[in-house]
């Protein structure tokens, strides 16, 4: 665990299988866990250590290695897209798929609030928002603090490499996010990834345009193999990485 301020925490889980990195983010009347990690470890014990308010969770996206715990937690919110949205029942039940989990387990959760894309959510003398940031899933979000210039991104950036080649994945939309935040942000912001070593260099966002551009118009020269079942393109420039669908 590495406080960044007294108020936000980096929940690191070096010998997990995956390297997740999960966030605390903390205000006087409540406070957001984004991300629940793999589920190796239990979280409850040790973000309840870290603060006396009440905990609402938001997923970064729904992959397996983010949602996992997430049965230790009462409150979860969602981002209100509408086809997820639709998909809860009267008391706000959930039912993962297959494809957005890629496992089998969780099979299902609460959604007790669902917050609109750029939604101002008070945690008490701390505002942050949720934008849906879509491009490596559908329903990926990203928490934004303008206040205190952080940009809590998910598996949209960390320092690795990137995935757009799985179930979900969308080329253009990841694009058009990334353009995104860096029209809107920039480089004031400290950026976090969830995996590996937390903090993120600006410069990789504008580097990804590039290797977006790179791969348009067909001036990158990919490698070929199978990941986890799936035909991909590996594309790589100054250091960047990002694995497709065969293009």
């Known amino acids: 665990m590495e406080k960044v301020d007294c108020a936000t925490y980096i ?12 966030f605390l983010i903390a205000g006087n009347e409540r406070a957001v866990l ?8 239990s979280l409850y014990h040790l973000v309840d ?13 729904f992959h397996f290695d983010h949602v996992g715990n997430t049965q ?50 008070d ?25 205190r210039k952080y940009f809590f991104a998910g598996d949209f950036m960390y320092n690795g490499t990137l995935y757009a080649f799985l179930p979900g994945n969308d080329l253009p939309a990841y694009e058009a996010s990334t353009e995104r935040i860096i029209q809107e942000l920039g480089s004031e912001y400290t950026y976090f990834g969830a995996h ?12 990804l345009i590039d290797l977006f551009a790179c791969i348009e118009d067909g001036s ?4 070929a193999f199978n990941a986890f079942g799936y035909p991909v393109s590996s594309y790589s420039l100054n250091g960047l990485t990002i694995w497709t669908e065969p293009q």
């Open 34 to 41: 984004f991300d629940t990690g793999l589920g190796e470890a």
């Open 123 to 147: 945690l008490g003398e701390r505002t942050i928002s949720l934008w849906n940031i879509p491009g490596h899933t559908p329903e990926s979000v990203a928490i934004v603090d303008s206040d």
């Open 196 to 207: 590996s070593s937390p903090r993120v260099e600006f410069n990789k966002f504008e580097t």
């Open 72 to 121: 230790e937690f009462d409150q979860h919110a969602f981002i209100d897209l509408e086809y997820l949205h639709e998909r809860a029942d009267a008391g706000g039940n959930f039912e993962f798929t297959f494809q957005e989990v890629l496992a089998s387990s969780p099979s299902e959760v609460v959604v007790n609030e669902w917050w609109g894309d750029g939604q101002a959510i």
């Open 49 to 61: 250590s870290l603060t006396n308010v009440p905990v609402t969770v938001v997923f970064s996206h």
């Open 220 to 223: 990158c020269t990919p490698t």
């Open 11 to 22: 929940i690191a889980e070096p010998q997990g299988s995956q390297y997740n990195v999960n």
